[in-house]
Every structure is written in C-alpha cells, then in structure tokens.
C-alpha cells in the first residue's frame, strides 16, 4: 500500500462507494472489500466481515489501530476518528510466511528448530512461533506475517528484501525463498503485474532451478 498504477482520485472514489454500501446494508465494525482492476474501473469480488490478514499494512499507513478500533465497536462505543483525520502517509508491504515447500506450496508441519525474526526500521512480525514450536497438520499454514514499512515503495521493498535475508526458520520449510524471489523481481517492484504474474513466474523460476541442479549435477 499505495497500490501502484491506481490514482489517489480513483481510490477515493472506490472508498465512497464502499462507505455507501456499508450504510446500506447497516454494517458496524470492522470489514474488507475486495475489487478486481483494470482500465480505471473496479469490478467486486466479495465483502469479508471482519479484520483482515493484511490489516496491519493499513495500520502502518495511516497510523490506526484497527483491531482496538474494532474492539471499541463491538463493545457499543463510537468511533475515535473522522474520516477526514486519516491521512495515509509513506508505504507499506507485508510477507504471509507459510509452512510449506516453496514453489510447490505442499504443506510442511514438524518441529522448528530454528526461529530467528528480523529487526530494525520499518520492520514488524507476528508470529507464534518459537524455536521447539511443533506445526500441527491440521489448520492454516501460516505461521508468521512479515511487515515492511518507509517513507516510499523502494524503501519498503528494501527493507522487506533485507528482512526476508535474515529470517531464519529451520526445522520445516517455509515459502521464504519464493516471497525473495517475488521482491527481488523488477517487475514486481515496478508494479508491472496482473493476475497471471505469480504463474508465470512459477514457471520460470523452477525452470531456473531444474537448469542449476542438472549443471550442478
């Protein structure tokens, strides 16, 4: 966030709209639309009803505390802020960091051994786990949301990549070296991507691979 290649006026725009659909239907608290994009026009795709995954992103942008917000709704207290109060400054990128096999997105449970999280400026994580934490098999892989954030998008993206080199996590495998390979990419950072990016780059990334083992080999 700013999502790149979409105007602050469209934006605006798109938040009008929602904010009429939640008079609409009544809603109170916290809730996410979701949009597909394309030549300046915003197509729905669902409401979810409650904090999102990627909250703390918003959070970092414009300096709201959503989940204490939430609690103040739910518990029949008003809001602390107008609309016209929030102003997002700077940029944010946050990292889902699963326990699976990177590339091939197969579940990978087990003890961790190892579990070193990143610091610095613009660096934040949530996690649960711990070194001698066991990954059960039986819910959601994600074990840990990696957050970067700075005054632009190049500065968030370079404290991601820095961030994302010294995660350590041993003892099971984690998606680590394909959100690397995503960050690292010029596309991605230029924001030249669509809906096809991830399998595209797929291909060519395992193909890289396949060509490093057999020359290794």
């Known amino acids: 966030s700013p999502a790149p290649g979409i105007s602050r006026k469209a934006i605006e725009r798109l938040g009008e709209r929602c904010v009429?659909?939640?008079?609409?239907?009544?809603?109170?608290?916290?809730?996410t639309f979701e949009f597909l994009y394309e030549d300046e026009n915003f197509y729905f795709i669902e409401m979810n009803t409650r904090i999102q995954v990627e909250h703390p992103v918003t959070e970092l942008v414009t300096g709201i505390d959503l989940v204490c917000e939430q609690i103040r709704l739910a518990s029949g207290e008003r809001l602390?802020?107008?609309q016209?109060?929030?102003?997002?400054?700077?940029?944010?990128?946050?990292?889902r960091i699963n326990a699976e096999t990177p590339f091939t997105f197969r579940p990978s449970p087990g003890r961790v051994s190892v579990w070193h999280v990143p610091?610095?400026?613009?660096?934040r994580i949530e996690s649960h786990l711990?070194?001698?934490y066991n990954v059960p098999p039986y819910y959601d892989s994600l074990i840990a949301k990696l957050i970067a954030s700075g005054p632009?998008?190049?500065t968030a993206l370079a404290r991601m990549k820095v961030a994302l080199t010294e995660l350590a996590c041993e003892g099971i495998s984690t998606n680590t070296p394909l959100l690397r390979a995503i960050?690292?990419?010029?596309g991605f950072a230029q924001g030249q991507r669509d809906i096809h990016y991830l399998e595209r780059k797929l291909n060519e990334w395992q193909l890289r691979r396949k060509e490093k083992t057999s020359d290794a080999s």
């Open 20 to 31: 009429e659909a939640c008079r609409r239907i009544g809603y109170r608290g916290a809730g």
């Open 80 to 82: 602390t802020l107008k």
């Open 84 to 95: 016209k109060d929030i102003v997002p400054h700077g940029a944010a990128i946050e990292c």
């Open 119 to 123: 610091g610095g400026p613009g660096i």
């Open 130 to 132: 711990y070194t001698g």
């Open 152 to 154: 632009d998008r190049a």
């Open 183 to 186: 960050v690292a990419d010029s």
